[in-house]
């Protein structure tokens, strides 16, 4: 089992730009597949971006598409999220987790998780 970490959340203007990390401990990291979800005030969890084992097959729900990215790297035990033209709705606390299987954008299937890092977009 692995164990999350997430960093690199902040806050920054609209069009800015952040970079998330999860590091996570465990000598099985490379065998997840990850997900980055968020979860504003008064809102559910939302999926943002999954990405498989090997990094090859990534996924985004539509409102990210274009602006984030997501990857990793296996040999650092880290995935990252890169945030672009960001707006102030992509406000909300951002989360790593990780699952064995298919890639999935459903938050129930995804048994571990980080403890979150707060993003706030300003107007």
């Known amino acids: 089992q692995v164990q999350l970490v997430e960093s690199g959340g902040g806050l920054v203007q609209a069009g800015g730009s952040l970079r998330l990390s999860c590091a996570a401990s465990g000598r099985t990291f490379g065998t997840y597949v990850m997900g980055w979800f968020r979860q504003a005030p008064g809102k559910e969890r939302e999926f943002v971006a999954t990405i498989s084992p090997s990094g090859s097959i990534t996924s985004y729900a539509d409102s990210v598409k274009g602006r984030f990215t997501i990857s990793r790297d296996n040999a650092k035990k880290t995935v990252y999220l890169q945030l672009n033209s960001l707006k102030p709705e992509d406000t909300a606390v951002y989360y790593c987790?990780?699952?064995?299987?298919?890639?999935?954008?459903?938050?129930?299937?995804?048994?571990?998780w980080g403890q979150g890092t707060q993003v706030t977009v300003s107007s």
């Open positions: 987790a990780a699952r064995q299987g298919n890639l999935s954008g459903n938050s129930y299937l995804y048994n571990t």
